[in-house]
């Protein structure tokens, strides 16, 4: 990391689905797990609802990270909900790309509502990879 | 219903109520600052704390504020939606408010307990949330909810003492029930047990006689041999198709589903010298202990003996180790069970049990432990570190407590061995879109506040498939997820969500993107005039996840309740800071 990353506090928006989790979230309040408070979580009612325009909107607004999270493949509370935000993620990947915005600012994950601990590991280990990146350069150019 | 008017040029009235949850949230985010804050934000006319808003003081300040400062919109920041929505959104109800122009805002399970130990960072994080919960408020929109009649039938999945329990239950109220069991015979893991604890009544006779009032229930239909095939449809309205051995289906409709499907008993091959000889586990112990008591009843001998001089038990095999790290709960008292019945057919028999922690809590159980070591039952205490060795016709054990080795012969070995995730779990569990935990138990929507409901609506559960219990409580839980089901069965009608999509026709040009994401045939296309077409959505058949939303290309289809609009409107608070 470098120095001017350190104590960079990273802005993330994290969508979870309603089933899997935001149930996750929850269940890693319960439990205590701690986190860092970087992230701020938009409640959607399943993973497929995420539009490329959600996560670019996040981005062109100074967002450090962006994080998609779902049910596992095969337990989508809609059957297939995941599998259109895997297409999703990936579409918008590619145009972050075009638009020079690192690739690694965004991620995928599936978090069941039984794992806490997984979605609070996944809110560390995201926190930490977006702080290596350090801001976003389109921090400076936002309203 | 709502009393509320939309104009575009007036402000939208917000009010905002923000919890302490005594001090589970109020013990590290300054709640009276986020009211503070709350106040200053666009739209919102009133804020206030409360030191439970969930509580029949809080709800009522909601319904007295929302007349006396006529809000159009209401924020509670609390706990979470998953368990308290329901609430709040009756609260706007009973005060004239449609209950989707409610919003939660989750400051407690997502802040104050996963930031403990940075009051500051979530006191911001709290009030960022608090912001972006008031800027999609003010775009919620009323929405109106279907009735939909209720299919007054219950399909149980699992035909053991459990799923026959809730059946026989539900039977009696009047409702019809189908049974479904994987197995030729009704009965599940019962039939399997001899002896049940802690009074060492026969198991045989209980289940029977639960056998007997199934058979004997006219609105009970039994599916033996037969497995859940497909299940399609929502609360109320289930369309189920059963699947025997032979590939035969049967189809019905059912309102209601409650999963019974038990547990298994680990195998624990490759441990201890696991042979299902002279090293077996419990439940092979058991069917030993009835065959020979069985014999001894047919040669009439008298008294009952067994030719066992010692059987050393070994506790936790598989169970409380990295791998599977949780205590099965029925293992120590089994051992017992089984310990007291071999000193029964021969009082000669040492029986010893080698245990980590012996876990008999309870009035009935800790005096079944006592009993038990006043029948001579040896317990002696081992831990990780030291493994029992099972060696030829030996033992060898490191006392804890005694801190020596032993060696103790043995003319049998019994492994007691964890309750597992039924077979099967996985893919029930995808069917009926159930969550499972990581141990694949099936998981429920709140431990203490639903524990036999799934956050489905209209799916419970009960019994050793949720979580290793004894069959007193999975018996309670049988009557418990019969109750429950019931209030779906007694209804006429079930209203379904309002959160759907909607289409504005105007936008949409016909090109059926919507028709092809959607799992539930809910939009269709539909001929308005020769050669335009445009999407409709039945509402009863949307199930309201967006995905049509998310892929159509004009915007026609929107997502109520997480429409572009609102969802935008949350991402621009999240980032655009006002301190």
Sequence with gaps: MTNQAEGFQPRIVVFACNWCSYAGADLAGVSRIQYPPTTRVIRVMCSGRVTPGFILEAFRLGADGVLVTGCHPGDCHYISGNENAVVTVDKTGRLMNVLGIEAARLRLEWISAAEGARFARIMTEFTEQVQALGPTALKDTTL | ?579
């Design chain 2, 1 to 579: 219903m709502s009393h509320v008017t939309m104009t575009q040029n007036e402000e939208t009235r917000v009010g905002v109520f923000v919890c302490h949850c005594g001090s589970n949230i109020a013990g590290y985010v300054d709640v009276a600052a986020v009211t503070a804050y709350a106040r200053t934000l666009p739209g919102v006319v009133f804020a206030q704390d409360n030191m439970y808003t969930c509580s029949d003081g809080g709800l009522t300040e909601i319904k007295t504020a929302i007349k006396t400062h006529a809000l159009e919109r209401v924020v509670v920041a609390a706990c979470t939606p998953r368990t308290h929505e329901p609430l709040f959104r009756d609260a706007c109800r009973e005060a004239g408010l449609n209950p989707y122009l409610f919003e939660f805002v989750n400051i407690r399970d997502q802040c104050s307990w996963v930031h403990r130990l940075e009051p500051e960072a979530a006191t911001q994080k709290a009030k960022d949330l608090v912001r972006m919960g008031v800027a999609k408020a003010r775009l919620l929109q009323p929405l109106e909810e279907q009735e939909m009649p209720v299919e007054p039938v219950a399909l149980i999945v699992g035909g053991g003492m459990i799923g026959m329990t809730a059946a026989v239950n539900l039977a009696s109220r009047g409702f019809q029930v189908k049974l479904v069991e994987r197995e030729p015979e009704l009965g599940g893991m019962m039939l399997r047990l001899d002896k049940l604890y802690p009074t060492q009544d026969d198991a045989q006779p209980l289940i029977q006689q639960r056998v007997a009032e199934v058979r004997r229930s006219k609105t009970i239909e039994v599916f033996t041999a037969s497995t859940l095939h497909a299940i399609k449809g929502f609360v109320g309205n289930y369309d189920v198709t059963v699947r025997d051995r032979e590939g035969r289906l049967s189809s019905f409709k059912a309102g209601t589903v409650i999963v019974a499907t038990g547990a298994r008993v680990f195998t624990p091959h490759g441990m201890y010298g696991y042979d299902g000889e002279r090293v077996v586990t419990q439940l092979e112990l058991e069917k030993q202990i009835a065959d020979r008591r069985l014999q001894i009843a047919n040669c009439n001998l008298q008294p009952a003996v067994s030719n066992l001089k010692r059987v050393v038990m070994i506790q936790c095999v598989g169970a409380r180790i990295p791998e599977r790290p949780y205590c099965s709960r029925i293992c120590c008292t089994t051992a017992i069970k089984n310990a007291l019945e071999l000193r029964e057919l021969n009082p000669e028999t040492e029986v010893y049990i080698l245990y980590r922690d012996t876990e008999t809590q309870g009035t009935r159980y800790e005096a079944y432990y006592t009993r038990a070591r006043e029948a001579g039952i040896q317990f002696i205490r081992y831990s990780l570190d030291h493994p029992p060795q099972v060696g030829e016709g030996r033992v060898v054990v490191y006392d804890e407590l005694l801190g020596a080795k032993l060696g103790i012969p043995y003319d049998l070995v019994v492994l007691s061995t964890p309750l597992v995730a039924q077979e099967g779990a996985h893919e029930l569990a995808q069917m009926l879109k159930v969550p499972l935990d990581e141990h694949g138990f099936f998981l429920e929507a709140h431990v203490k506040l639903r524990p036999l409901d799934f956050a489905t609506d209209g799916v419970y559960v009960a019994g050793t498939c949720r979580w290793p219990s004894h069959l007193e409580e999975t018996i309670a839980q049988a009557y418990g997820a019969a109750a429950r089901a019931a209030t779906i069965l007694t209804k006429e009608h079930v209203t379904s969500s309002g959160v759907v999509a909607r289409v504005d026709e105007s936008l949409c040009r016909g090109c059926g993107r919507c028709v092809e994401v959607c799992e539930f045939g809910a939009p269709a296309l539909v001929e308005v005039a020769p050669g335009i077409k445009v999407a409709r959505v039945n509402p009863v058949m949307c199930k309201g996840c967006g995905a049509c939303a998310s892929v159509c290309p004009t915007g026609a289809m929107a997502a109520l309740h997480f429409t572009d609009g609102q969802v935008m409107a949350m991402v621009r608070a999240a980032l655009l800071n006002q301190k």
